[in-house]
């Protein structure tokens, strides 16, 4: 099976978890997660990736007839990656429609308009060109194009979505160094009536075809690169100590973390150098097929909760609780001495450290200045985040057996700048 719907109750608490990781885990008597890699497990990636400069222009080689673009607000047309995707289309002979102004973190309404405009139009090829809001959202539109009759409930539990690829097939080009959406098979929507953000997960959205072109990401802004960049380095650096880490999914990590600790300063400092924005394109796809086979960690449950409680944003918190987090696993998980030791490195905190300062990203919560830190405000919202952030599915599958108690240590530590104990 390649993913499972797990209950875990403790006391009278339910605790619903939803893990793409082929592993099964089960409670013991004593309340402990028990985890167990299974013997059958799957890898999936895109079928084709094309990549390197110019890699945009593989679209005029399509073969179809109608095509469906889907892009975000205006960042495509305006740096013409929009008209240039068009024109490429156009070439292979195919005629194409634009759903356009997908908001950051995409919802349910935007997901069904873009539906209705496939049904109208009957595309044979989806092609999203963005950063993860319009990929994510176009695989969505995607499911509901082929099946119009189901509602977006019925898709939330994962494996319930229906079978892709009877109307179309999907070719995902990223404009951020982050997500990897044009790499894995999960999608986030949200809920804007009930402010939920799902997961939807389905090894069918993982596209057919990736394209990284160098070209997109270079006009991202330095703070964007940043965070995005630091993203990448959480998402190899949970998918190496994941316990659901295997062979397959190790190197792509390790060449990731690689590629991150050499080229993500220079494309940050030197925005236009397309030597350092195409290595971290690539690492952001090879951290992508890691972490949608081998899932994550503590780091992104904690930066899911805190991002919840204060607004900060998503790699930016990963960036500052990475080494805290390493802290903590390294006692019961050697998977950073092992990937030290491949990358020639003496500690991969001190790395992550020396890229945050070189990119004007603080050590500490506290010293955070994108939205409000204020010691009430975190205290105040401490316990009940810890507690949100254990639950968190990346939880399963954080190396040992964290309690809300750890995370809670960990949180404190990652705000004030203390040891981990
Ligand atoms: P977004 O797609 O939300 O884009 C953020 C901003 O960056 C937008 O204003 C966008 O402008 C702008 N932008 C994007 N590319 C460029 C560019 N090349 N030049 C200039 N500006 C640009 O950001 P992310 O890529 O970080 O995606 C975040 C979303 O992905 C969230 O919804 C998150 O939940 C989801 N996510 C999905 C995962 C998956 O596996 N599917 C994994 C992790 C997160 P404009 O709109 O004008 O294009
Ligand atoms: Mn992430």
Redesign the pocket.
Known sequence: MFYRYIVIERGRVKTYYITMSPIEIKQTPQGCIEEKHMSVMSFSIPRTIYYGEGALEKLSLLKGKKAALV??????K??GFLDQAEALLKKAGISSILIDG?????SVETVMRGAKEMLAFEPDWIVAI???????AA?VMWCFYEHPEISFESIIEPGSMPPLRNKARFIAI???S????EI?A???I?DTKSHI?YPIVSPDMVPDIAILDPN??????AH?TAN?GM?VMAHAVEAIASVAATSFTDPYAIEAMRLVLENLPTAYKEPKNIVAREKMHEASALA?MAF?NASLGLVHSMAHKIGGEFGVT??LSNAILLPYVIAYNRKVSDKYAYAEKLLGIKDISVEIQRLNKEMDIPLTFKDCTEVDFSEEKFLAVLDRMSEHAFEDPCTLTNPGAPTVADVKMIFEAAYYGKAIK
Request: hydrophobic share 25%; glycine share 18%; net charge neutral.
């Open positions: 892009t975000g607000g205006s960042s495509m305006k740096f997908v908001e950051p973190n995409p963005g950063g993860g809001s319009a990929l994510d695989k990223p404009s951020t982050g997500t990897a959406s894995t999960f999608s986030v949200t953000k997109i990401p270079m006009t991202m802004p964007i995005t993203d992508g949608t998503h790699g």
